[in-house]
């Protein structure tokens, strides 16, 4: 069965700094993996996605996420953290096992300091 | 941008009453998804379809049904309201895989705020 973590459940970053979350999944083969960013009362927003090929992929609002599979993980980046970044993050994985179906982490909330 | 809408957007209701909660996508995907999610907590998958006239139970057990008479639409009805079904409900929808480069991603609705009192 596919499955995801995300270890962190609060991340509190300064503006401007760096960030990265982390996701580990687990499944036999190669997953389709996605990050989704979720503002307060409203639904999930794709930020990137990986289904094959290059290992690091680009998305919106300047995220970058990287495929490691000798680590099972896939965890998202940004160079410079803005107020507005703050929202919750989840993590999640699609394979074939389960007949493609998302199955989610619990999310990282991320707090983002002035 | 994704179109896949719910309504309505927060809901306040008695115990006892039935509900349904509206989804539609005009994307023409064939699975639709409802999800369950409780503030601060992860994505529970309460039901999905795959198409016209198929539904299936998800993996955390729910009270409520759901129906898919057509592509686009996919409800979910709640027979009797109770406290314990306050929570965020979310709909999503993904297309056919393409060659393995995309199709797989969910697009979600903006969610359900359900209380029930």
């Known amino acids: 069965a596919q499955s995801v973590t995300q270890p962190d459940i609060h991340i509190t970053v300064s503006e401007g700094a760096s960030l990265e979350l982390r996701c580990n999944y687990s499944y036999g083969a190669t997953p389709y993996l996605f990050w989704y960013v979720q503002s307060p009362g409203q639904g999930l927003q794709l930020l990137l996605k990986y289904f094959s090929g290059d290992t690091l992929v680009q998305g919106i609002k300047g995220f970058e996420a990287e495929f490691k599979r000798s680590q099972s993980s896939f965890n998202l980046r940004k160079p410079s953290v803005h107020w507005s970044d703050a929202a919750e993050y989840f993590c999640?994985?699609?394979?074939?096992?389960?007949?493609?179906?998302?199955?989610f982490g619990r999310g990282t909330s991320l707090i983002v300091h002035p | 941008e994704a179109d896949i809408y719910q309504t309505p957007r927060y809901l306040v209701i008695g115990t006892g009453k039935k509900i349904t909660l509206e989804c539609s996508q005009t994307?023409?995907?064939?699975?639709m998804y409802w999800y369950q999610q409780d503030p601060g907590m992860e994505l529970h998958l309460i039901h999905y379809?795959?198409?016209?006239?198929?539904?299936e139970k998800g993996d955390l057990s729910s009270e409520s049904t759901v129906s898919r008479i057509r592509t686009e639409h996919f409800p979910l009805t709640l027979e009797s309201a109770r406290p314990s079904h306050t929570s965020q409900y979310l709909c999503?929808?993904?297309?056919?895989?393409?060659?393995?480069?995309?199709?797989?991603?969910?697009?979600f609705g903006q969610g359900t705020r359900l209380t029930v009192v």
């Open positions: 999503a929808s993904s297309g056919e895989l393409g060659g393995g480069q995309g199709g797989a991603e969910a697009f």
């Open positions: 999640a994985v699609a394979t074939s096992g389960g007949s493609y179906i998302p199955t």
């Open positions: 994307m023409g995907h064939d699975k």
């Open positions: 379809s795959y198409g016209v006239n198929s539904t």
